[in-house]
């Protein structure tokens, strides 16, 4: 029976970690198919429209560091259960009608899911320590799904609503009350191990270049990610397609990032290291890129070689904050420092795209600067692919033999 209870309750802790999941990209990305039509109601320019994107990435910089603290403080189940409370209140106040609580819902938004961000890499590390890379797969899997779904019925959903954009907004808050309901029971259960779940102190980290590259790694991944959600439909728009082929296709966009989890599942755990994978996945969004840059009118081609990429480069990213630490506690302080500032870069991602494309008229020149990111981030994910873990001391002889390797 023991045994019974014990199989039953992991289930539903790892179904509530999904769900959790399905709430830290989809409540936000869901506004850019109707980018545009905000752009009208709001008389918005192309950058205060970007800022509906930028604005949760920079919730992300922002409160990221202080989430492992709240962790410490209430207990990492009790933090991502308030963390689901803030998303629901954002998405009901972003629907309220004006544009100040437009904008102001979406930080708000953007503050909870920046607490689920930090804090379900470093549950994974605590409480499946041999699973972490599968896992990651399967949660950002779920992530991509939910985000998909919720942007590929928005603007469907904006006509059979008669236009209204507030009715399609706040139709995003069944994802945080479903979740809620199911993570309910955790608040019941004695928190384990919190200290070393949440512990931020660990300032190794910030002085490892790993550290560095894990988090450069993800913010380039970030960047790239958060143009391509935010802009895809004007871009399309621009090369001719419609405005419900863009939505059509911008949930493609989303799909498409979810789907390397079902590949990368059962390869990353059997890498001795990741080096060729995340260059590979840098150079498949390059390729994306610049399709979309030469040959729009086979923009679902480009779209889904974008999208596997920066899909498996999140995963990837995410996977690293486990894989190169030693204890739930350096996840911890990583996740919190590759978020902080990997979101930090990315939140310029969509407004500097957009306010080149103001200028310039067209979209050569972002799409030109994001190709060369690409690479960069290639380059990058060699460092970040190399297996080794901050703080690991290496074993007697390692260092002879990698100098005989070498010659």
């Not at 913010?219 to 621009?238: E, K, R, S, T």
């Not at 150079?283 to 480009?302: D, E, Q």
């Not at 060369?372 to 297996?387: D, N």
Request: proline share 5%; aromatic share 8%.
């Amino acid at each position: 029976m023991k045994a019974l209870a014990h199989a039953s309750h992991r289930r539903w802790l790892f179904a509530g970690i999904l769900l959790i999941a399905m709430n830290l990209r989809a409540p936000f990305t869901s506004v850019a198919p109707l980018i545009d039509t905000l752009k009208t109601v709001f008389r918005l320019t192309a950058g205060e429209a970007g800022l509906l994107i930028t604005l949760p990435l920079l919730s992300f910089a922002a409160i990221s560091p202080f989430a492992a603290a709240i962790a410490r403080r209430w207990g990492i189940e009790r933090a991502l259960f308030g963390a689901l409370l803030v998303i629901a209140s954002g998405i009901a106040l972003r629907s309220a009608g004006s544009v100040s609580t437009l904008y102001l819902g979406t930080v708000v938004i953007g503050c909870g899911i920046a607490v689920g961000n930090v804090l379900l890499p470093g549950l994974l590390k605590r409480e499946y320590p041999d699973k972490v890379a599968p896992l990651t797969s399967v949660y950002v899997l779920a992530m991509g799904i939910a985000a998909a779904t919720v942007s590929a019925v928005a603007v469907p959903l904006f006509a059979a609503t008669g236009g209204s954009w507030r009715l399609v907004t706040v139709s995003a808050l069944w994802l945080p009350v479903l979740a809620a309901i199911v993570w309910l029971p955790r608040l019941r259960t004695p928190t384990k191990d919190t200290q070393a779940a949440g512990h931020a102190g660990h300032g190794g980290v910030w002085r490892s270049a790993l550290g560095w590259h894990v988090t450069l790694f993800l913010g380039l991944d970030c960047f790239l990610y958060y143009v391509g959600v935010g802009w895809l439909p004007g871009i399309l728009h621009g090369a001719g397609f419609t405005e419900e082929q863009a939505g059509s296709l911008h949930g493609v966009l989303l799909l498409a990032t979810a789907l390397p989890g079902l590949l990368l599942i059962p390869v990353v755990p059997r890498m001795k290291d990741q080096r060729a994978l995340a260059a590979g996945l840098a150079m498949a969004i390059a390729t994306g890129l610049l399709g979309l840059l030469l040959a729009a009118k086979l923009a679902v081609v480009w779209i889904l070689c974008f999208g596997f990429g920066a899909g498996g480069g999140l995963i990837l990213a995410l996977s690293f904050i486990s894989l190169r630490t030693l204890h739930a506690r350096d996840a911890a302080s990583l996740s919190g420092m590759a978020q902080c500032l990997g979101y930090l870069l990315a939140a310029a991602g969509p407004p500097l795209v957009g306010a080149m494309h103001d200028r310039s008229g067209a979209w050569q020149a972002p799409l030109g600067l994001c190709v060369a990111l690409a690479v960069g981030m290639a380059l990058v994910g060699t460092l970040a692919g190399r297996a080794r873990r901050i703080g690991e001391v290496p074993a007697p002889g390692a260092a002879i033999t990698r100098r005989n390797a070498a010659s």
